[in-house]
């Protein structure tokens, strides 16, 4: 399965891979994963691809009504966890949780929390990441040069602000598949 993901991710759409080759040796086995820019439905499948081209687990959370027959089924076996965003239950603690019951988690977030265009990020990812003592490894979305750059990963420190300014600048330039969402 692995050559037929490869076959399709680049030679029949045509993407490429750059930046961090660790994550390809499975070597960092927790970690908060943030993907940008989130324009599109299609940017699910990339990530779906690339996990598989890179052979790596990686997990994401969704609103728990879609996990539902007969898309539930689906979205666990590709790593997803529901999560009840109605509940009084703080959704920091509750994710961060998880990498305590697992040997290996990593935990994708698009960090817009929509696919329309935002000017501010979503600071839960973040929040996860501080309260979990992973790292955050980014990767772009980026249709326009069909490629998805992997950094290094990256510790949160306790500067929130300068974080988020190094963070957004790793992705500056990246156009999504909807450019007037990018």
């Known amino acids: 399965m692995h050559s037929f993901y490869k076959f399709i991710y680049y ?12 994550m390809s040796q499975n070597t960092i086995k927790k970690a ?46 590709v790593g997803g966890v529901p999560l009840n965003r109605s509940s009084n239950e703080n959704k ?3 994710i961060a949780k998880e990498f305590n019951k697992h040997d290996e988690f990593r935990i994708t977030f698009a960090p817009e929390g929509t696919r329309k265009k935002v000017v501010k990020w979503r600071t839960g990812f973040y929040y996860i990441a501080k309260e979990s003592k992973v790292p955050i490894i980014m990767f772009t979305l980026d249709f326009k040069n069909k490629k998805n750059v992997i950094s290094e990963p990256f510790y949160p420190t306790d500067n929130m602000e300068e974080d988020f300014k190094f963070m957004r600048g790793f992705f500056n330039g990246v156009i999504g598949k909807k450019p007037e969402f990018s």
């Open 92 to 94: 920091v603690e509750a």
């Open 11 to 22: 030679k029949l759409l045509g993407w490429k891979i750059e930046g961090n080759t660790t």
């Open 32 to 77: 908060v994963i943030i993907a940008a820019p989130h324009t599109s439905w299609q940017d699910f499948f990339i990530g779906v691809f690339l996990r598989r081209v890179l052979n790596i687990k990686t997990n994401f959370v969704g609103k728990k009504e879609l996990f539902i027959w007969p898309f539930g089924y689906y979205f666990k076996a």
